[in-house]
């Protein structure tokens, strides 16, 4: 009997130790499927997700009710993301919250706007457009956001010379081919009528005038109420229509009427709406980048356009520098044909190569994984020029890459429209990056100063790229050094409120109004107030 308990003793004991060792390997193999969220209040989660961005936490004002309406009739939720992105390429990276819930502030969080709203409307002695004296048509000149700009201002000299302004005509022949019409592009029923109590405007010319002379006139560039009220009002006891050949800078930034200023931004904020496609496709893309959660727009200006206006050809090879000097010399009505490269960009005023963003992203503190919606058309040299870029920052998003080839064919081949998308995801984006202090950048830095001077990082190229070339020559390296100097110098070029800058001091003529900073850049104090009963803003547009 005593043997039998000694030979089953062993026997129960391997059973014991088999059993543990099941037990740990069960628990192993459910520690690597199970994972352990932590409870409401803990502060490990990544920040992004638990604080939206505060643009998602906008007013009515910023949510157009143009996007609902077209939800109405088509649900973008329910659109199938393209098969390339069916999987969010961030949810296999292990990211590290707390980096994230440290520098969110840092990297994310708006400047104040001190207590600044937007204040357009008409003051109570503001009067409906008495009897026009004539027609004027508008033959606008340049890429989107410079038409934009002079539509603007065409409507406020309408008001100026109390003429019916027929719909512009959008320009066909630039460096782009965009067979676009306006109502191509804009929303042509919501910009008759919301002018209707500033300017009549009209789709075209009555037939009783269509075939009369009509003066033909590229009016002067930055002119004031004299000009317009002696040069160009006074032709109406000559004419019935009136032609200006160009749109562009026509209007003073400054010194105007405090009612024709506030005309400018109510056209160009509330008149001047884009297309209901373009304004649904445009919310998709906001959406889908939102889905990465909070993102930079970075407006790469390094187009082959850009480079070959400016002569930039910095880190190119010879003979994509001789290419872009070719297509300078035949471009008739750009003036400067012989540039130096290096000088231009020691002053400043060439845009950032990729490789160049790329560094000033790390600088800023960007992490790698900061999803980067890339507003621009096609980068000249294509992925050649991009490989920095991307090594650094793999979420590199366009509208290519968001949106199925379907989704986006109606757009192709119309570069207005293009741009036009582009503008709405960078309006709307957290962080706006511009390359360059090209019209893109004026315009959308603008308007986001409008909406609640949204975060607008400006980049100081001037300084910047001495400090890309000490780089270059190993006199300084990448880390904690060269992010303390990129800080200093962006700590001022944030987009916080301030008034809009005149011209430089010593400046005489058109290089004076040419120094000024432009109206739309900044409307800042014409059209933005600090008031303890903030005007309602309701009918603002988002973009």
Same mark, same amino acid.
């Given at each position: ?106 990297? &994310? ?66 460096? &782009? ?22 300017? %009549?405007?009209? %789709? ?41 050949? %160009? ?60 480079? /070959? ?53 790390? /600088? ?11 507003? /621009? ?63 893109? /950048? ?102």
């Amino acid at each position: 009997m005593t043997k039998r308990r000694r030979r089953a003793l062993p026997l129960l004991l391997r059973k014991l130790l088999t059993c543990a060792i099941c037990a740990v390997a069960m628990v192993a193999l459910l520690s690597g499927h199970v994972r352990v969220l932590p409870p409401a209040g803990v502060s490990g989660a990544p920040q992004f997700l638990k604080v939206a961005p505060r643009s998602l936490q906008r007013s009515s004002h910023c949510s157009r009710p143009q996007y609902q309406r077209q939800g109405s009739e088509q649900s973008w939720t329910k659109e199938l993301v393209p098969p390339q992105f069916s999987k969010n390429p961030g949810s296999s990276r292990k990211m590290n919250s707390a980096d994230w819930s440290l520098d969110f502030d840092k990297l &994310w969080k708006h400047p104040s706007n001190r207590d600044f709203m937007p204040c357009i409307s008409p003051s109570t002695n503001y009067t409906v457009p008495s009897a026009s004296q004539g027609y004027l048509l508008v033959h606008t000149n340049g890429g989107l956001n410079q038409m934009r700009a002079g539509i603007c201002d065409m409507v406020a000299v309408a008001r100026i010379i109390n003429a019916t302004l027929v719909i512009p005509e959008l320009d066909k022949g630039s460096f &782009w081919r965009d067979s676009s019409n306006f109502s191509d592009i804009f929303d042509e029923e919501h910009f008759i009528s919301t002018l209707s109590n500033d300017v %009549k405007v009209v %789709k075209k010319l009555p037939k009783e005038v269509a075939k009369t002379t009509k003066l033909v006139k590229e009016f002067k560039s930055w002119s004031g109420m004299d000009y317009y009220h002696k040069e160009i009002a006074g032709k109406w006891e000559y004419y019935e229509v009136i032609r200006a050949s %160009k749109s562009d800078s026509r209007l003073a930034n400054n010194n105007l009427p405090s009612a024709i200023q506030k005309l400018r931004c109510r056209a160009c904020y509330e008149a001047l709406r884009f297309a209901p496609h373009i304004e649904a496709m445009g919310k998709l893309l906001v959406e889908r980048m939102r889905s990465y959660g909070p993102y930079i727009a970075l407006h790469l200006r390094y187009e082959k356009d850009m480079l /070959a206006f400016s002569g930039c050809t910095h880190g190119l090879s010879a003979a994509e520098a001789k290419e872009l000097r070719i297509i300078r010399e035949n471009t008739l009505h750009w003036k400067i044909k012989n540039i130096n490269s290096t000088e231009q960009r020691s002053k400043g005023y060439c845009p950032l190569t990729p490789k160049e963003v790329a560094i000033f992203l790390t /600088a800023l503190g960007y992490p790698p994984h900061t999803p980067i919606y890339v507003a /621009a058309g096609e980068i000249y040299g294509g992925d050649s020029h991009m490989t920095e870029l991307r090594s650094r920052y793999p979420m590199l998003m366009s509208k290519e890459k968001l949106t199925s080839v379907e989704e986006l064919k109606p757009f192709m081949n119309h570069a207005s429209q293009m741009a036009a998308l582009d503008y709405i995801v960078s309006v709307e984006s957290d962080v706006f990056i511009p390359s360059y202090s090209g019209n893109m /950048a004026r315009a959308v830095g603008g308007h986001r100063r409008f909406l609640g001077h949204r975060k607008t990082i400006s980049p100081d190229r001037k300084a910047l790229v001495r400090l890309f070339d000490k780089i270059e020559q190993g006199t300084l390296k990448e880390g904690s050094r060269l992010s303390d100097r990129v800080a200093e110098l962006q700590k001022r070029r944030q987009g916080s409120p301030r008034k809009r800058k005149g011209p430089i001091s010593g400046t005489k003529g058109m290089d004076r109004f040419r120094s000024e900073e432009v109206f739309y850049e900044n409307p800042l104090p014409d059209c933005l107030c600090r008031s303890e009963l903030p005007e309602v803003i309701a009918s603002v547009d988002i973009r």
